[in-house]
């Protein structure tokens, strides 16, 4: 498989902690021929800017001066959002402790502080946030007082249609009407409710120190591990930046990688775990023992599973998101099948592949004819379009 030198690049920049493993491939790709632009582009698609403006600095180049400032620019931009989305999420861990509602904050600032030490370098668009399901009414009208209005699914659908779409969604989106942060409200980690073990979250989560005393409640070490892979494997590995949180995190904690890759198994997360590490190692060099790696298996699902994921992250040179290409997330979409051995999460990946919620939007069927929904998928989808047309 090519690999274009431009993504070669952000990949020895995502390398964390500096080290001369992380030095030597930033020299050794930046003695290619590079496209700048493209280059920056690759580093903006895969949410790498910061890792990368740190790289470049370690290992000065011969980097155009536009280029330079670029990256300078859209690194100091995203560390001002980065710095207020983590002001904010402090603000929400108080008014929910207030609130006496339980809720966990997924990725963004704690994991950063629990990879990097700093905020800079990992970059999320939003904050997520989790609470219990039976908390969900209650934790919506808070943000609501608090300035948020929801835009996912749309404010405008009824209560009945809003119980309709449930089942299909994992999460409410949220922005704030002026400082325009967005929000995601999940009662659950993931759609497919056999993805992984859920049922221990709350009881095993910690809380990760940003500001003097003041922290945010997040998933514990095997929770969150497992929760990282699984992520990343149900959405194709489709940007580096999440294999580079994975390969900081594991260096950082020091961690026992098979105790993590067991408790994953356990979880129901074992092959995206072991996905996660193999291209880790591939992209990242994560160091890892050839013994423990021998372990996880090179058979041909293996294989085709970190191929597939490599083939999302590097199209296009590395700048193509898989969303925005014709037929781009077929391939990503069937490898999600192939992450788990229990016949139940089959099914649910199945139904929710084939039930969509602009379907029962339009067509709100009584509960004993929902299962219409995959055969009224196609006509439904050309009905839509032909619309729009």
Known sequence: MAISPEFR?????????????????????????????????????????????????????????????????????????????????????????????PVLFVKGASLAMLAFGTLGLSIGQDIDLLVPFKALPKASAMLMDEGYRRYDPPPEISDAQLRLVLRLRRDFGFIHKETGIQLELHWRLFLNPYAMAEDSLMANSRVVPLAGTRGLRTLGEEDLFAYLCMHGALHWWHRLKWLADIN??????????????????????????AQALRICQRLLGTPLPDRFMASLGRGALERWLETTALNVMTKGQGEDDPHEARFGTTRGSLSTFLLSRNWRYWL????????????????????????????LRLPLWAWRHAKRK
């Not at 931009?77 to 603000?91: H, T």
């Not at 709100?364 to 995959?374: G, T």
């Open 348 to 375: 649910a990946e199945m139904g929710y592949h084939l039930t969509n919620q602009a379907d029962v939007l339009m067509v709100p069927l009584p509960e004993r004819l929902r299962f219409l929904y995959p055969i």
């Open 9 to 101: 690049l952000a990949a020895a920049c995502a390398i964390w902690p500096p080290s001369d493993r992380r030095l030597a491939a930033i020299r050794n790709a930046t003695s290619e021929t590079l496209d700048w632009p493209r280059f920056v582009r690759v580093a903006q698609r895969h949410r790498v800017l910061g890792l990368v403006q740190d790289g470049l600095k370690r290992v000065p180049p011969a980097v155009p001066a536009g280029i330079v400032q670029e990256i300078s620019t859209r690194s100091a931009q995203m560390l001002r959002e980065s710095l207020a989305m983590a002001d904010e999420a402090l603000r929400l861990q108080r008014l929910f402790n207030e609130a006496d509602i």
């Open 248 to 273: 900081a995190l594991l260096v950082a904690s020091g961690s026992d990688v098979e105790r993590l890759i067991g408790s994953a198994k356990a979880r129901g997360a074992g092959r995206a775990a």
